[in-house]
């Protein structure tokens, strides 16, 4: 179909990555890996201090490391925890996490969200919300043609209609919102930019 998603905005996708880092770098990194290594399948990586893990994030195939900050190197793995190298990491698994402290699955499901959001090019295992975004349009783009009927926003902000088509639609544009859990969308028209 013709349903055209728009990326987020560099001030959007800052403003969320700042949001990540706030919340999931230091305190609840535990969800953030968890989310990373359950949706992707790539190994939990603990970095120790002593006998205590002091920050999780996973391991690609390439051998970088991801947390909220997005892709790290070893070298800048501990730099945030006023850690310097070289670093103890090792390899940990769920259970190593949760024998140290509760891990909440909505915060697991947050960093789920906010992850996808951030790096839709990562190589998720599971639908993104994206996707199931982007196939549900198409699906309601197939309606309106077939019924000629459009869902649109008489301005922005304003509840959408349906209104009958004049023959000018294209389909329909699907833009995250600036916190990247949720999508906002609107018909788009024949000669007309977005």
């Given at each position: 179909?013709?349903?055209?998603?728009?990326?987020?905005?560099?001030?959007?996708?800052?403003?969320?990555?700042?949001?990540?880092?706030?919340?999931?770098?230091?305190?609840?990194?535990?969800?953030?890996?968890?989310?990373?290594?359950?949706?992707?399948?790539?190994?939990?990586?603990?970095?120790?201090?002593?006998?205590?893990?002091?920050?999780?994030?996973?391991?690609?195939?390439?051998?970088?490391?991801?947390?909220?900050?997005?892709?790290?190197t070893?070298?800048?793995?501990?730099?945030?925890?006023?850690?310097?190298?070289?670093?103890?990491?090792?390899?940990?698994?769920?259970?190593?996490?949760?024998?140290?402290?509760?891990?909440?699955?909505?915060s697991?499901?947050?960093?789920?969200?906010?992850a996808?959001?951030?790096?839709?090019?990562?190589?998720?295992?599971?639908?993104?919300?994206?996707?199931?975004?982007?196939?549900?349009?198409?699906?309601?783009?197939k309606?309106?043609?077939?019924?000629?009927?459009?869902?649109?926003?008489p301005?922005?902000?304003?509840?959408?209609?349906?209104?009958?088509?004049?023959?000018?639609?294209?389909?329909?544009?699907?833009?995250?919102t600036?916190?990247?859990?949720?999508?906002?969308?609107?018909?788009?028209?024949?000669?007309?930019r977005?």
């Open positions: 179909m013709s349903t055209i998603l728009k990326k987020f905005s560099t001030k959007d996708h800052d403003h969320l990555h700042a949001m990540c880092k706030g919340i999931f770098l230091d305190g609840e990194c535990y969800a953030f890996a968890l989310a990373l290594h359950r949706n992707i399948g790539w190994p939990l990586i603990g970095l120790m201090q002593g006998l205590i893990i002091r920050h999780a994030a996973v391991q690609s195939q390439q051998n970088f490391y991801y947390d909220a900050r997005g892709v790290i070893k070298e800048s793995f501990g730099s945030p925890f006023f850690l310097k190298p070289p670093y103890e990491l090792r390899i940990i698994t769920e259970a190593d996490l949760y024998a140290v402290r509760p891990i909440q699955e909505r697991i499901d947050l960093a789920w969200r906010m996808q959001a951030l790096w839709p090019e990562l190589p998720w295992k599971v639908t993104t919300h994206a996707k199931e975004v982007l196939a549900f349009m198409d699906d309601l783009e309606i309106s043609r077939a019924h000629n009927v459009w869902i649109r926003s301005f922005p902000g304003c509840p959408p209609v349906l209104s009958r088509g004049d023959g000018s639609e294209n389909g329909y544009v699907v833009s995250p600036s916190d990247g859990m949720a999508y906002v969308f609107d018909r788009y028209l024949t000669n007309v977005q």
